[in-house]
């Protein structure tokens, strides 16, 4: 089974960048569509970006399309997810998930993910 780690997670200021990386072990990341979600203190974790097994597909919450770009290097084992011009709504604890897909499926729901990180915490001051 594919375990995942995230990592890259910190406190920041408002309008400033900041990557997240997502390394996955136990097995290849290809086969699985990938997807970030984020839960905000007091409130349900969300669908933020979500990417196919060969990245062609790309999905994005309105809240952060535009602003940030998830990404795949199925060669490095690896899903990243860079945030530009970040909010103080953006603060949240940040989640890698994977399912096992087929070619172009891409999920917006929690419920079909069945790999997932431990997250990683940003925080946006504004």
């Known amino acids: 089974q594919v375990q995942l780690v995230e990592s890259g997670g910190k406190s920041v200021q408002a309008g400033d960048s900041l990557r997240l990386s997502c390394a996955a072990s136990?097995?290849?990341?290809?086969?699985?569509?990938m997807a970030w979600f984020r839960r905000a203190p007091g409130k349900e974790r969300e669908f933020v970006a979500t990417?196919?097994?060969?990245?062609?597909?790309?999905e994005y919450a309105d809240s952060v399309k535009g602003r940030f770009i998830i990404s795949r290097d199925n060669a490095q084992n690896t899903v990243s997810l860079q945030m530009n011009s970040l909010k103080h709504e953006d603060t949240a604890v940040y989640y890698c998930?994977?399912?096992?897909?087929?070619?172009?499926?891409?999920?917006?729901?929690?419920?079909?993910?069945?790999?997932w990180g431990q997250g990683t915490q940003v925080t946006v001051s504004s």
């Open positions: 998930a994977g399912y096992f897909a087929v070619t172009g499926e891409v999920s917006y729901a929690v419920s079909r993910y069945s790999r």
């Open positions: 136990g097995g290849l990341l290809s086969a699985y569509a």
């Open positions: 990417i196919s097994r060969a990245g062609t597909v790309r």
